[in-house]
Nanobody
Framework: QVQLVESGGGLVQAGGSLRLSCAASGRTFSNNAVGWFRQAPGKEREFVAGINWSGLSTEYADSVKGRFTISRDNAKNTVYLQMNSLKLEDTAVYYC?????????????????WGQGTQVTVSL
């Protein structure tokens, strides 16, 4: 079993940046794809970005392409989400999740372990 803990969320002005971290414990997730999802109030949880086991393949939602970058450091058992040029509509709780396969999927049901989430609030 793996435990995921997100950190790095907070309040930021529009146009600013944040870097989220997702640290795994319990067992390594270096052989697993990891995804970042977000959920705004009253909305469904949606895929934001994913990275395969090696870090050589990434995928992004259209809404964040060119602004967000996902990366991983398997030696540290950590995945990151660098968020630049933040917009009001990026406000949400951000979750990381892992799936028991090497490759990325965008559906939340493809992921079996989830963190508790970290709040990102973008203000004017």
């Amino acid at each position: 079993q793996v435990q995921l803990v997100e950190s790095g969320g907070g309040l930021v002005q529009a146009g600013g940046s944040l870097r989220l971290s997702c640290a795994a414990s319990g067992r390594t997730f270096s052989n697993n794809a990891v995804g970042w999802f977000r959920q705004a109030p009253g909305k469904e949880r949606e895929f934001v970005a994913g990275i395969n086991w090696s870090g050589l393949s990434t995928e992004y939602a259209d809404s964040v392409k060119g602004r967000f970058t996902i990366s991983r450091d398997n030696a540290k058992n950590t995945v990151y989400l660098q968020m630049n040029s933040l917009k009001l509509e990026d406000t949400a709780v951000y979750y990381c999740a892992t799936r028991p396969y090497y490759n990325i999927r965008v559906g939340k049901n493809e992921y079996d372990y989830w963190g508790q989430g970290t709040q990102v609030t973008v203000s004017l």
